[in-house]
């Protein structure tokens, strides 16, 4: 068990470390003039309940439930860079919509890839 426990773990903080999240570092450091890592240590202490909250939401409602409750907070986020500059909304947006859109594909596709 607890080789799983680390195993899970493990591939969980690689997740978390994902194309999305550089996407995001892009475009906050593009359009603020912030240290990208302060802003990456205060954003990771506010995200940890978030997280928790993500977790409780799929194991009460599965994982269409936890992709609303995350599509929820990218809008979010949306509204919150849309601050920074409009620009930076409609990219963090167009990022929320690829990223929907894999969750739909990659089960057909990897299906097609397995046979």
């Known amino acids: 068990m607890a080789d799983k426990l680390v195993t899970g773990s493990t591939?969980?903080?690689?997740?978390?470390?994902?194309?999305?999240m550089a996407a995001?570092?892009?475009?906050?450091s593009k359009y603020s003039r912030v240290?990208?890592?302060?802003?990456?240590?205060?954003?990771?202490?506010?995200?940890?309940?978030?997280?928790?909250?993500?977790?409780a939401v799929f194991s009460k409602f599965g994982i269409w439930?936890?992709?609303?409750?995350?599509?929820?907070?990218?809008?979010?986020?949306v509204l919150i860079v849309k601050?920074?500059?409009?620009?930076?909304?409609?990219?963090t947006l167009i990022i929320t919509l690829f990223v929907i859109a894999g969750v739909k594909a990659a089960p057909l596709l990897?299906?097609?890839?397995?046979r």
Do not use: Q, W
């Not at 591939?11 to 999305?20: D, E, N, S």
């Not at 205060?42 to 978030?50: D, K, Y």
């Not at 601050?83 to 990219?91: D, M, T, V």
């Not at 990897?110 to 397995?114: D, V």
């Open 65 to 77: 439930g936890a992709l609303s409750f995350c599509v929820v907070t990218d809008l979010a986020s």
């Open 24 to 28: 995001m570092l892009h475009i906050i």
């Open 35 to 55: 240290s990208v890592y302060l802003t990456t240590l205060l954003g990771s202490l506010i995200s940890a309940p978030l997280v928790l909250l993500m977790v």
């Open 83 to 91: 601050e920074l500059n409009f620009r930076a909304g409609i990219e």
């Open 11 to 20: 591939a969980l903080v690689f997740f978390i470390i994902c194309p999305r």
């Open 110 to 114: 990897s299906k097609l890839a397995s």
